[in-house]
């Protein structure tokens, strides 16, 4: 314990490693790196260029170095394999659990993928990594891995250890050992703490728990995600149609799965359109906000056109364009909020949530509730302290109450519909919304306005 | 495996168990629920009323029902534990996890948590809990169990068995024994594949891993949360000041951690000031929504004092107004996405994250970029295809500009500042940095207007 890390993680560090590279100052990287976290010199790589990179792994045992290229940010992991021959990608491979060679592998196409699949060494993990790349990347198939210990109820307890001993190479976490039948089916689990606790010629049927929460191939990884929060899980069993035993997911993947979904909702209500990072060139970053941006602009200039309808009116009285930035933020604050609890509740869908009908109901009682209460302090403030005539805070007033029923109808009903076409709902939260409201709002505003004040 | 849940979540089912509950038919509910999941029937109580759910927890085995009172929402919780005796509620905590426990003692007051533990029977279990509730709830003192198996390095594999045999009935889930020195000071872990696999005369000297990562006591249970992530953690020890070794926090709490973070930076973005859910009551949302909506209403109400300024000039150019909800939906989203993006990177702090002054540099030429894109896509749509003169059209393209570079400022520095300050920067992300921004922006495009049209 003295030192865990034998180089502190420091952009002091960076330097000097940076400076070893250019000098082929071999030694000092491999001593100072020694030992290091995978996870550790993974970030270290990622602010690295190319060329460096590659230089340190190369330097590096191959079973580490598979460890940290596993670990890399998706950039860089891209820009590192996209360079390496397929035989070398296919040794470091060779080093991963199937699930992470999966998971590289999937960034290059088919027949690249032929390529480095067949100078894989080991026969067994080619021919679970051919299988794994059946599965969607996004489902349990896709996020599963071959290695764990299985073992037949028919087994004693020495034989099960036996097959620990056999496997203890290749898993490395074993957390609990599946029950099978002769057929493979999954019939239950044991904990290692079990196989410990029993004498050894114990028959693994006499000490199985038959409860046991497994998983489909096909289930959404978001899915996954919440089912092994919700029970407390740390590996879920995945089976096949036949209730065969087919793979393992581990909590690890599943804390990424759920930092990426979290990740990706904010990102959809905030309107940056691609997976970016704040360390991304200025171009990439600029590229993915500027879609949205248009669609805003191109919102706001469609809202001009529907000013300019109002023009007449607007030029008798001419006090209304004060208050056209308060019925816009109105309805687009009152439309975020009420996706964002939809949005919410969806994430985590559950047999006792209200029916769209139900949601629509009480949308529509908050609303009400909460658009009185603005409309009402609006013309107060409007009226008595701002000192304008009844009529014209009553215009102001009304139109705030019908721009939060308005908004609050579209967030509700946007994010439904969006689940329903299997679009992430959390777009429902972001310019989209506010673009609609605004719209919606300003006719609303300005068709009570005429109304109202005879223009 | 063939029935791993007797019953199904269902409204049906929630209704039967409502009916039995009503005509006291103990019989169904007790043979309904056996064997359900805890985490399960958790849900269906959610939905009962207290009455309804206290009937059916005081039906059920203690240690069952102590184990779905931990899996209950909050407010299901908070409902029922209120109206226990505290010799009832002790009963139940006597078979909870130490961590469990401090969690419902924290929704009493130290007088009533005092009364609470004094009808503990398991003398060990209170002085462990007394030792939690002195440190900070969202602390990994506050996040960590008592239950943990730990192994002196001079025992043998075999005392070390014994050790977890005396511990087997506590600690349900093991992941890692810790090893320690005679002062409990932390040396290592040791997995229980290498428990399995060494001779049972191995000193846990020879084959501990002194490569562990723990943490302190008083480190934020969010920091907690992305180290196991990072690393791929199941369990993490926590140490105290002296490095002795003093709890253990397992990944099942990390997935809640992370859970209500995403929750807390998604409302705290929209705008809803507590924590709701969309099962709360009507008047419990609308109360949590209109606090912001209040905000927004009263930015809304300057930002028509602000139009008032400019009236004289709005007089002659009227169409002015019409060009009002583009520049203030762009000052909005340009401010979400600037601070969407910075908020991202602080809740991952990496030491090669940019300084202050990197970010603002690069923020600026993304803004300056985007803002030229827009400013002039604006102009030339204002002025050719709306047939606008030019000047006017050079007026709105030129705001547009300034307002983007504005907006991204703002964006950009507001989560710096109040992150600095200790307050969840995702707060900037919301309808204060849109407020704010709709107003600056209102001021800067009619300073320009009133400049260039010599209003």
């Known amino acids: 314990m003295e030192s865990i890390k034998i180089f502190e993680l ?74 390496m021959e397929a035989s070398e990608l296919a040794l470091y491979i060779d080093q991963m659990d199937s699930d992470d060679g999966v998971d590289i592998l999937n960034l290059f196409s088919v027949r690249e993928r032929e390529d480095i699949i067949s100078y894989l060494q080991e026969k067994e993990k080619s021919a679970h990594i051919l299988d794994l790349l059946r599965y969607d990347e996004d489902s349990a198939g896709g996020l599963m891995a071959k ?7 028919n087994w004693n307890v020495i034989q099960t250890i036996e097959e620990i001993r056999r496997q203890a190479e290749k898993v490395e976490k074993i957390y609990s050992i599946y029950v099978v039948d002769n057929k493979q089916h ?18 693994i049927a006499d000490i199985y728990d038959p409860e046991l929460i497994s998983v489909p191939t096909h289930m959404d990884e978001e899915e996954v ?31 990424d799965v759920i ?39 191109i919102g706001g200039l469609l809202g001009s056109q529907i000013i300019d309808i109002f023009e007449e009116g607007l030029q008798k009285y001419v006090t209304l364009a ?68 009844k009529i014209f805070g009553l215009t102001i007033g009304f139109s705030m109450f019908c721009v939060v029923l308005m908004a609050s109808f579209m967030g509700t009903v946007t994010p439904l519909i969006l689940d329903k076409f299997g679009i992430n709902p959390a777009i429902a939260s972001g310019p989209f919304i506010t673009t609609a409201n605004d719209l919606f709002g300003l006719a609303i505003y300005f068709g009570i306005a005429m109304w109202l004040l005879n223009l």
């Open 322 to 389: 004060a208050f056209i930035p308060l019925v816009a933020a109105t309805g687009g604050n009152v439309g975020i909020q009420s996706s964002s609890l939809v949005v919410q509740t969806l994430a985590s869908k559950s047999v006792f949530d209200d029916t769209p009908w139900q949601r629509f109901i009480k949308g529509f009682l908050i609303a009400l509730l909460n658009g009185l209460v603005l409309g009402f302090f609006v013309f107060l403030v409007v009226v008595f302290i701002m000192g304008n005539e």
């Open 259 to 297: 930092r990426e979904q979290s990740d990706e909702d904010i990102q959809a209500m905030t309107g940056i359109s691609s997976d970016v990072e704040e360390s991304d060139s200025i171009f990439k970053i600029s590229k993915a906000r500027l879609p949205w941006l248009l669609i805003g602009v």
């Open 225 to 255: 995600a919440e089912i092994m929060r919700k029970y407390d899980l740390e590996s879920i069993p995945v089976v096949n149609a036949k209730n065969k035993l087919v793979g393992r997911i581990t909590v690890d993947d599943i804390l």
């Open 147 to 153: 290695e764990f210990i299985k073992a037949n109820q």
């Open 10 to 83: 420091s952009k002091e560090y960076l330097e000097s490693l940076r400076d070893a590279i250019e000098s082929q100052d071999n030694n000092f990287i491999k001593e100072s790196l020694d030992g290091a976290n995978e996870a550790d010199v993974a970030l270290l790589l990622d602010e690295l260029n190319m060329e460096e990179a590659l230089y340190v792994l190369r330097l590096l045992d191959s079973e580490v170095a598979a460890d940290i290229l596993i670990e890399l940010d998706e950039d860089s992991l891209l820009k590192v394999v996209r360079e």
């Open 186 to 203: 999954l019939l239950g689990r044991v904990s290692l703490k079990k196989i410990i606790l029993a004498s050894s010629d114990t028959k």
